[in-house]
């Protein structure tokens, strides 16, 4: 069992950074890591992806915008957002997934607003 804790939403204007954290209580090295968004009334969607190896993906609406790293040794994975907008605006979920294991944090609200 992995238990993930996100921090490091809020409140940001258009055009601003963010940076999401997502701490694993065990070691997440062998997991694939996402992040996942969910607005009021949608589905909940991956926003950005990434592998054991490293090998990272985004959806077009988020690429060249987010990034997704992680440290394995701090059991950490990581969101950068950029010249976030108003639909960024969800909850944002850290997910880990090896196989048949899948387990989700309890998620942070991003809200982007003027």
């Known amino acids: 069992q992995v238990q993930l804790v996100e921090s490091g939403g809020g409140l940001v204007q258009p055009g601003g950074s963010l940076r999401l954290s997502c701490a694993a209580s065990g070691s997440i090295s062998l997991y694939t890591m996402g992040w996942y968004r969910q607005a009021p009334g949608k589905q909940r969607e991956l926003v950005a992806g990434?592998?054991?190896?490293?090998?990272?993906n985004y959806p077009d609406s988020v690429k060249g915008r987010f990034t997704i790293s992680r440290d394995n040794g701090k059991k950490t994975v990581f969101l950068q957002m950029n010249s976030l907008k108003a639909e960024d605006t969800a909850i944002y979920y850290c997910?880990?997934?090896?196989?048949?294991?899948?387990?989700w944090g309890q998620g942070t609200q991003v809200t982007v607003s003027s």
């Open positions: 990434i592998t054991r190896g490293g090998t990272t």
């Open positions: 997910n880990a997934n090896l196989g048949t294991r899948r387990y």
